[in-house]
């Protein structure tokens, strides 16, 4: 179990570019769960989906960021018209079930924005 | 609203000494708590839980609901246990996890 799979490991974007983050969960898991982490910062919940259902966006920023978790493929994370602020490491994770399964993390993703 | 706070950004102890990565948290119900642990290089990885009770790698922590802490402790820390520590809360019923702002451990052989 090769567990939470996250690409790219670097994403390198100018500012107005979109910027497209994958999350495969581990084999087994249909909870996915994404985390913002600003320099200096702990990790920040954004958004928890489950197979084509978003289920907790409370995270998110109202604006330029969307989510989602198709029935086949990883969890894509997009933000659109990147800003220099965008510029964090963000992390994935899944777990088996909600409740009283604890989250496995991907190695996350570092996004630059020029 | 719930908090996590790890008061120590960096500790630095010499090999063989105790160590304690302090984590106070805000909120007034029965949370669950969780150290992660991220070694050089390596994913964030759980460490352990309180409702396990278990030692992880020699570490314990307990819940003290008196202070709102949860400390993490081990009596004699390794060179290996350098890495950054997060403590993180759940809330019952809640989909994510609150992080502190993580404690970077070194260990000085």
């Known amino acids: 179990n090769a567990g939470v799979m996250q690409n790219p490991r670097h994403l390198v974007r100018r500012r107005g570019q979109e910027a497209r983050l994958r999350c495969s969960p581990m084999?087994?898991?249909?909870?996915v769960y994404w985390y913002r982490q600003l320099p200096e910062e702990g990790l920040k919940f954004m958004v928890y989906?489950?197979?084509?259902?978003?289920?907790?966006e409370s995270g998110m920023p109202k604006e330029r960021f969307s989510a989602e978790f198709p029935k086949e493929g990883p969890s894509i994370l997009r933000i659109q018209q990147v800003v220099r602020g965008d510029s964090a490491a963000y992390f994935c994770?899944?777990?088996?079930?909600?409740?009283?399964?604890?989250?496995?993390f991907g190695d996350g993703t570092r996004l630059s924005i020029l | 609203a719930q908090r996590v706070t790890q008061p120590e950004k960096l500790l630095s102890v010499f090999k063989g000494a105790p160590v304690e990565l302090k984590c106070n948290y805000s909120y007034s119900g029965s949370p669950e708590l969780f150290w992660y642990v991220q070694y050089s290089r390596q994913r964030l990885q759980l460490l352990l839980r309180?409702?396990s009770r278990e030692s992880i790698k020699g570490f314990t922590a307990d819940l003290n609901k008196g202070e709102t802490s949860f400390h993490l402790k081990k009596p004699f820390a390794q060179e290996e246990d350098s890495a950054m520590y997060y403590c993180?809360?759940?809330?019952?019923?809640?989909?994510?996890?609150?992080f502190g702002t993580g404690t970077r451990l070194t260990v000085i052989p």
């Open positions: 084999k087994g898991h249909s909870h």
């Open positions: 989906l489950q197979k084509e259902n978003i289920i907790d």
């Open positions: 309180h409702i």
């Open positions: 993180a809360l759940k809330v019952p019923g809640a989909n994510n996890l609150f």
């Open positions: 994770a899944s777990s088996l079930d909600r409740a009283k399964q604890p989250q496995h």
